[in-house]
C-alpha cells in the first residue's frame, strides 16, 4: 500500500507571504498532480506531471520534486488562495492522496 | 463549456444498491479516462474507480475498498459514466465526484463535478 504524507497539516499565513506545501511518498511517483479545494467546493486541478501548471493557473504556483518527495509553492499569497491543498500520487494504476495541508490566515 | 454533472445519489441502507451517473459535456467524452472519487464528512479525498477509453478497452480499476462491490462503466454514445454501487457499507458515506482525466495515461483529472452526496445509513 502507498503512503502518502502531505506536511504540515496546517500552515498559519499572512496574505502576501510565501506557502511551501510538502508531499512525500513512499514509493516512486509515475505522476504527481497538486489540487486545491475550498468549503463546498470540487478540488481543483493545480500542477501535474510535479512542475506543470494547469490551464488558467496563476504563475504564483509552482511545484516542484521527483522520486517521491514533492513541493508546491506559492507566492505572495492572495486571500483567495487560503484553502485546502492535497497532493496526488499515481503509480501502477492506483491513485493516492495525501491527507491534504489546510493553509489558513 | 466543459463540464460533468453528476447524480444518482441519495439515501440508502446498508446491503442495498445505488449507481450514480456522471453526465458530460464540452468535450469529446471518448477521448478521455474518467474517474470516480470520493469525499467522507470532514474528510479528505478518496480515489473510488477509473475507466479507460474504448482504444483501452474500457478496462477499469478499483480502490481495495469498494473492488468486488463497485463497477465503473461508460457510453461514449451518450457521454455518460456510471457507478454501480453495490453492497453498501456505512463507510460509503461520501460525496461522490466524477472527474475527466487531463491525459490518456490518467495522471491527472481536469474536470470535477459538484458532486452528488451518498447516505448510507438504516
Known amino acids: 500500500e502507498i503512503v502518502v504524507t502531505q506536511s504540515p497539516g496546517t500552515l498559519s499565513l499572512s496574505p502576501g507571504e510565501r506557502a511551501t506545501l510538502s508531499c512525500r511518498a513512499s514509493q516512486s511517483c509515475e505522476y504527481l498532480a497538486w489540487y486545491q479545494q475550498k468549503p463546498g467546493q470540487p478540488p481543483r486541478l493545480l500542477i501535474y506531471?510535479?512542475?506543470y501548471r494547469a490551464a488558467g493557473i496563476p504563475d504564483r504556483f509552482s511545484g516542484s520534486g521527483s522520486g517521491a518527495d514533492f513541493t508546491l509553492t506559492i507566492n505572495r499569497l492572495e486571500p483567495e488562495d487560503f484553502a485546502v491543498y492535497y497532493c496526488?500520487?499515481?503509480?501502477?494504476?492506483?491513485?493516492?492522496f495525501g491527507q491534504g495541508t489546510r493553509v489558513e490566515i | 463549456e466543459v463540464q460533468v454533472v453528476e447524480s444518482g445519489g441519495g439515501l440508502v441502507e446498508p446491503g442495498r444498491s445505488l449507481r450514480l451517473s456522471c453526465t458530460a459535456s464540452?468535450?469529446?467524452?471518448?477521448?478521455?479516462?474518467m474517474a470516480w472519487f470520493r469525499q467522507a464528512p470532514g474528510k479528505g479525498l478518496e480515489w473510488v474507480s477509473y475507466?479507460?477509453?474504448?482504444?483501452?478497452?474500457?478496462?477499469?480499476e478499483y480502490a481495495a475498498s469498494v473492488r468486488g462491490r463497485f463497477t465503473m462503466s461508460r457510453d461514449d454514445s451518450k457521454s455518460v459514466a456510471y457507478l454501480q454501487m453495490n453492497s453498501l457499507e456505512i463507510e460509503d458515506t461520501a460525496i461522490y465526484y466524477c472527474?475527466?482525466?487531463?491525459?490518456?495515461?490518467?495522471?491527472?483529472?481536469?474536470?470535477w463535478g459538484q458532486g452528488t452526496v451518498v447516505t448510507v445509513s438504516s
Open positions: 475507466i479507460r477509453t474504448k482504444g483501452y478497452s474500457e478496462t477499469t
Open positions: 464540452g468535450f469529446t467524452f471518448g477521448d478521455h479516462p
Open positions: 496526488q500520487h499515481y503509480a501502477t494504476q492506483v491513485w493516492t
Open positions: 472527474s475527466k482525466s487531463l491525459r490518456i495515461v490518467g495522471d491527472a483529472f481536469d474536470i
Open positions: 506531471d510535479g512542475s
